[in-house]
């Protein structure tokens, strides 16, 4: 269907790329229009985010900045006008919905632009944009308030507005009002801001740009409303996408420069290949598309009734030891039993104590710098998938460590979680209980993250044999990264649980685990049965981390104990070695003396922190065959 010519269609803005080039290095990226539209005229637009590492500040703005820089390479001066759009929608059936209104802002520091307040559909939380340009000495900055893009509405339409440009260069000649009507169902606006400036013959001009967005409610169910991090800063009102802006324009130099200085190191060091950059820039992607929410704080509105029977094991402290009379020392058994104490009381609790929020973890005078979400993708709508976190986590435990101690404490606090509540599997239409005591969860869940988990339902991953042992592994990992032994002892008593729950899958008692001949694990359509490549090394390398963790935190028992059932476990382990690599597994099947590309997932996590699990000749011997398969 043909667009009718008022609406953005019309626009004539002669621009087909030939001469264009974007060029990406997350969260920094570069437009070049060399020599279009205009032949005498090269562009340069920087875009950045302020995702800097190890600032939980900045980095959680929802803002980005445009610089453009205007090279005038011809013989005459050239009059410029840059043209900043953005459409009053978040788009799919909320465009339309009605409602919304634009109004012109002004601001100190010459910063001037538009205000865009959406009201969403379907009840979800309402949002306002801002787009707004600096005003300096030689760039003039004017407003298109309103424009309609679609629907019968009345007033300035899309191609009145290009055309007020084309004539003018400026929207000063534009009579509108300062704030506009409330749009009708079935109608659509956008805003517009316009940069005005001269460039002399063989000079150049910069103008700065910033789009800021402001939606500080986050509401998973109707129950719970969350609120995202930057409200810290600028409040939970709604009404900080200006201040945002304004502030972007002013520091977005700063912040540039430190991420430069965190990019280049790595893009100047030559032993790393060309491929390095774009892989390091799509690992960072997931602190954008993620949520990071406010203090951690348990969730504001009203609380449904805890489910009959759910429960999970208090993570505060008790007089047990003492009623009983045993001595102060680390002791996890009795730890784990004075948790369990406290179940019958739990019941009747708010249910925030009944979740995976791992804030009550904080040790008193730790920060808390709220809580981190994200979808492990568009296909899977689940948030912190555990078993890919494994992998992706080493870039944050680099960049942003709370984050990822934040998110260690959410699956800690989730192993203590009993969820009885069945859920139906897609394998074969059995019911199961949700989560069960001591299984790390797939996920922190999908529509009622931390209170809901598992939010995959292919097959029982209560049964998966990988999950509790990656959360070992990377609370090793993390605590000898970080250094911060109140998180290992936070989490100590979930490793020391998560490890108990693991010894039902040692069905001959040799120390090693078996897989079941269904896919139970992160590989969910490869069946594995008895011991494993992949799961068996991960479970000997989160033997061998439990011991050296339990040594950090004062549990001399559990570090002689895990010691010996890593030992135990590793001599199993050897069996699987042909020689060359570790067979997938030794059922004897057409697969079982098949590679798998993975299976020194343990061994690396461990070696990184100075663990050696096998021997280095067999780990040497193993990557030469990855490379010639």
Not at 18 to 24: D, E, G, L, P, V
Not at 119 to 148: M, Q, R
Not at 187 to 206: D, F, H, I, N, Q
Request: contains cysteine; proline residues 5%; glycine residues 8%.
């Amino acid at each position: 269907m043909e667009r009718p010519v008022s609406e953005i269609g019309s626009w004539d803005w002669n621009l087909n790329g030939n001469k264009s080039t974007y060029h990406a290095l997350y969260p920094r990226a570069w437009t070049v229009y060399d020599g279009e539209p205009d032949p005498a005229l090269k562009i340069v637009c920087r875009q950045i985010s302020p995702i800097i590492p190890h600032n939980y500040k900045e980095s959680s703005f929802p803002v980005a900045v445009f610089t453009f820089t205007l090279f005038n390479l011809g013989e005459t001066a050239a009059d410029i006008t840059l043209l900043f759009t953005w459409a009053n929608s978040v788009g799919g059936v909320s465009g339309l919905s009605g409602q919304h209104l634009n109004s012109r802002l002004m601001m100190k520091d010459g910063v001037k632009g538009v205000l865009l307040h959406h009201k969403t559909a379907n009840g979800l939380p309402p949002l306002t944009y801002a787009i707004v340009a600096e005003e300096t000495d030689g760039v003039h900055v004017s407003e298109c308030p309103c424009f309609l893009t679609s629907g019968n509405s009345p007033g300035l339409t899309a191609k009145d507005m290009w055309n007020e440009i084309k004539e003018h260069g400026s929207f000063d000649h534009l009579k509108s009002a300062e704030t506009s009507m409330p749009l009708e169902l079935g109608s659509s606006v956008g805003a517009a801001v316009a940069a005005s400036l001269t460039v002399p013959s063989g000079s150049e001009r910069k103008v700065t740009f910033s789009l800021a967005w402001d939606c500080p409610e986050v509401n998973f169910t109707k129950e719970k409303t969350y609120y995202r991090r930057y409200t810290k800063f600028y409040g939970t009102h709604g009404d900080a996408a200006a201040k945002i802006a304004h502030d972007a324009i002013l520091d977005h130099g700063h912040w540039e420069s430190q991420i430069e200085s965190w990019q280049k190191p790595v893009l100047e060091d030559k032993r790393f290949p060309e491929c390095t950059p774009s892989l390091s820039s799509m690992n960072s992607t997931i602190l954008i598309q993620g949520q990071r929410f406010r203090q951690g704080s348990p969730p504001v509105h009203s609380f449904t009734s805890i489910i009959e029977r759910k429960f999970s094991l208090d993570r505060s402290g008790s007089d047990l030891k003492k009623t009983i009379g045993i001595s102060h020392q680390n002791n996890t058994a009795v730890d784990i039993l004075e948790r369990m104490t406290s179940i019958l009381e739990q019941v009747h609790t708010p249910v925030a104590l009944n979740s995976a929020f791992g804030p009550s973890l904080l040790q008193q005078e730790e920060e808390n710098i709220g809580q981190f979400l994200y979808l492990e993708g568009v296909e899977y709508f689940m948030w912190n998938t555990n078993d890919v976190h494994f992998y992706l986590s080493f870039a944050l435990i680099m960049l942003f460590p709370k984050l990822e101690l934040s998110i260690q404490r959410d699956f800690a606090a989730s192993v203590m979680m009993h969820d009885p509540s069945k859920m139906k599997l897609l394998c074969n239409g059995k019911w199961v209980s949700r989560k069960v005591l001591g299984a790390v969860p797939h996920d922190l869940g999908n529509y009622d993250p931390w209170f809901e988990v598992n939010g995959y339902n292919l097959y029982n991953t209560d049964r998966w044999k990988d999950l509790n042992p990656k959360f070992v592994l990377q609370v090793y990992r993390d605590m000898v990264a970080t250094g911060d032994k109140s998180f290992a002892k936070a989490v100590w008593p979930s490793v020391y649980v998560a490890l108990a729950y693991m010894d039902q899958f040692d069905k001959d008692g040799d120390g090693m685990i078996e897989n079941e001949g269904f896919p139970d694990q992160t590989y969910d359509t490869w069946s594995v049965s008895g011991v494993s490549a992949y799961s068996g090394g991960l479970w000997v390398a989160a033997l061998q981390a439990a011991s050296a963790l339990a040594r950090e935190v004062g549990d001399k028992g559990s570090e002689d104990y895990f010691w010996f059932k890593f030992r135990k476990a590793k001599g199993v382990y050897q069996k699987l070695w042909n020689g060359s690599y570790f067979n997938y597994d030794d059922n004897g099947g057409i697969s079982s003396s098949s590679i798998q590309a993975d299976q020194l997932a343990g061994q690396g996590v461990s070696q990184a922190k100075y663990l050696i699990i096998f021997n280095p000749i067999q780990t040497r011997l193993t990557r030469a065959e990855f490379e010639d398969a």
